[in-house]
Nanobody, 123 residues
Framework: QVQLIESGGGLVQAGGSLRLSCAASGRTLSSSIMGWFRQAPGKEREFVAG???????LYADSVKGRFTISRDNAKNTFYLQMNSLKPEDTAVYYC?????????????????WGQGTQVTVSS
């Protein structure tokens, strides 16, 4: 019943910025823990960032200081602001929702997933 739709992916030069959005239906974001994951070609899916109901945040070391996760409960949407992008950030990015309480870095602990959006960073 819960659907997540990502948008905002595209092509950007190294050092540039991009903002990803995830719109949710069927469940309000105010009652969900949200996360962003990414998967590069030939790589395993990895955790990028998460945000709790109380807006506490968690980041992977590789993006700390460059990426910011946020939520807008009124619009039932959450975001990933990506600054100082690097070629190694190139991947398909997925948003995910967790219905249980508490932040998690583990994809298996998230219940719903979007279809993914491609981010490509050129050098």
């Amino acid at each position: 019943q819960v659907q997540l739709i990502e948008s905002g992916g595209g092509l950007v030069q190294a050092g540039g910025s991009l903002r990803l959005s995830c719109a949710a239906s069927g469940r309000t974001l105010s009652s969900s823990i949200m996360g962003w994951f990414r998967q590069a070609p030939g790589k395993e899916r990895e955790f990028v960032a998460g945000i709790s109901i109380g807006s506490s945040t968690l980041y992977a070391d590789s993006v700390k200081g460059r990426f910011t996760i946020s939520r807008d409960n009124a619009k039932n949407t959450f975001y990933l602001q990506m600054n100082s992008l690097k070629p190694e950030d190139t991947a398909v990015y997925y948003c995910a929702a967790r219905t249980r309480f508490g932040l998690s870095r583990t994809g298996n602990e998230y219940d719903y997933w979007g279809q993914g959006t491609q981010v490509t960073v050129s050098s």
